[in-house]
């Protein structure tokens, strides 16, 4: 099992905004990021507008560019 970080905007670590992320579920059409963490509580991120998403493979990174 791989263990994702999420990002919003630029890969540093202020805009981390969770780690050790075990699922979660982009919604497009309602522009809605629910990430559900292995130890804690499910986080629902509302989005005004997402550019881009990437996929950062060599550290299992999350990367959303948008405005919350």
């Known amino acids: 099992m791989c ?4 990002y919003i ?3 540093k670590e202020e805009n981390k905004v969770m780690e050790d992320v075990a699922s979660y579920e982009l919604n497009i059409k309602d522009k809605s990021l629910t990430a559900h963490p292995i130890l804690g509580e499910s986080k629902k991120f509302d ?3 997402i550019e881009k998403i990437k996929w950062a493979e060599q550290d299992d990174s999350l ?3 948008g405005s919350t």
């Open 3 to 6: 263990v994702v970080k999420i």
């Open 9 to 11: 905007g630029e890969k």
């Open 47 to 49: 989005f005004k507008d």
């Open 63 to 65: 990367l959303i560019e």
